[in-house]
């Protein structure tokens, strides 16, 4: 049996929101980037900590779990995240561009239905600042049902600490799946 999904957002989990008064974690660097549709002299600053990139390796490379991107960033998220990261190209998760004003429209998270759909029966992990109870009762359910999920929600000012990758392998290494690879 395949290794749960690793869903990784990026906004609020790899770039931190900047606090109140505008500051980012030390931690985190600089970079201008241009995402699909923008032109070059119109880049978006992000903040990335270059620690992220050998702590997702590591995880990676345990074999636990297969590493998917689920953000709005989409294939940028391979093309312009990754590299800056020192991450190999991952596949993503095609979501949609709907036209929101808020990220929970029926309360709970706007990426879970489409995502939900993606994991059919699938295992997951997933890491992503915005779940709301919501969210969490959905994975509890899908748990319940037989199918381990686990959604991991880091503070969007802080985003991924170490201590979430540890609480993610701990938790795959502990499936059924895990202990007969």
Request: glycine share 6%.
């Amino acid at each position: 049996m395949r290794p749960p999904y690793l869903l990784l957002d990026i906004d609020g989990v790899l770039i931190p929101f900047p606090a109140a008064d505008g500051s980012t974690p030390a931690t985190h660097a600089r970079h201008d980037v241009v995402p699909t549709g923008r032109s070059a002299d119109n880049p978006v600053t992000i903040w990335l900590d270059p620690a992220h990139g050998s702590l997702l390796m590591d995880v990676i490379r345990t074999g636990l779990v297969t590493p998917v991107w689920c953000t709005s960033w989409r294939q940028d998220a391979t093309t312009l995240i990754g590299p800056l990261l020192d991450l190999p190209p991952l596949p993503h998760v095609d979501l949609p561009r709907p036209q929101i004003t808020t990220s929970h429209p029926d309360g709970y998270l706007w990426k879970r239905d489409h995502v939900d759909v993606w994991l059919g029966n699938a295992p997951a992990v997933w890491i992503d600042d915005d779940f709301t109870g919501l969210d969490h009762a959905w994975a509890a359910e899908r748990t319940a049902k037989g199918t381990p999920t686990l959604l991991v929600q880091p503070d969007p000012h802080l985003g991924l600490q170490p201590e979430h990758l540890t609480e993610l392998t701990t938790w795959a290494s502990q499936l059924p799946t895990a202990r007969a690879v």
